[in-house]
């Protein structure tokens, strides 16, 4: 091969990674407008519109709904999961998670407080997002606590939408939230270990790009934190 065809193919390759940047900062830019505009309406709605659960039905409804609803929660879940991609014990971290979150809604049932719940939540978000954007990560054991010491405050905030209610929907409401969380999180680690199988090189990974989103949910969240 010539040094003219080798200087082609280098500016090729230099000119579709400049494109593959200037794709992703444009849907980045795109992406951040879109959480903007859709924060207070997020930070706003919960499930059964604010009504304490009565029965198990609504307790269980309630409980899937919440890690749905509240974005920041949603985002953090699915980044628990991409950070476990690779790992043996992946699926043991939102394991942690969840048990932890349901301690933290026992502290907010026993009228205890966790104070500054709401921007360590959506620090939590802007932490894992930043560990997928630039693709370094704790050990495992390291990532389990941190996961852990978020589920606190994440279930601290869940017990909100529960306190007041009778035996029956609450637990429902601890199962619902519980079932959906593991879930979630195994379904991005399942997603995310199928995706580095097909995208063995790419410009910018896939997870980077979910990295930057939740990065973007959680910067979102704690500014309106802030400002609220």
């Known amino acids: 091969m010539s040094k003219i065809e080798v200087s082609r193919q280098q500016s090729k390759r230099t000119g579709i990674h400049q494109l593959g940047g200037r794709r992703f900062a444009a849907s980045g830019f795109l992406v951040c407008l879109g959480l ?8 706003a709605h919960h499930a059964l519109d604010g009504k304490i659960p009565s029965n198990f039905f609504e307790g269980f409804v309630s409980g899937l709904a919440h890690p749905i609803i509240g974005l920041d929660h949603f985002a953090f879940i699915v980044a628990m999961g991409l950070l476990a991609v690779g790992l043996s014990r992946g699926a043991l971290i939102p394991a942690g998670f969840i048990l ?4 933290g809604t026992g502290i907010h049932l026993l009228g205890l407080n966790l104070p500054g719940a709401e921007m360590i939540i959506a620090g939590s978000a802007i932490a894992f997002g930043v560990m997928l954007f630039t693709q370094q990560r704790p050990n495992f054991i390291a990532l389990t606590a941190l996961a852990s010491f978020a589920g606190l405050f994440h ?7 529960i306190v007041g209610a ?12 519980s079932l959906i969380q593991y879930a979630i999180s195994l379904l991005a ?3 995310g270990n ?5 995208f063995t090189r790419p410009t910018f990974s896939p997870l980077q790009f979910a990295g930057f989103v939740i990065c973007s949910i959680g910067t979102v969240f704690l500014t309106s934190s802030l400002l609220g």
């Open 155 to 161: 279930g601290y905030a869940y017990g909100e939408s």
């Open 189 to 191: 680690l399942l997603i």
């Open 166 to 177: 009778q035996m029956t929907p609450l637990l429902a409401y601890l199962l619902g939230f």
């Open 194 to 198: 199928w995706t580095m199988k097909k």
């Open 36 to 43: 903007l505009s859709a924060a207070g309406k997020a930070i």
């Open 100 to 103: 932890t979150a349901l301690l």
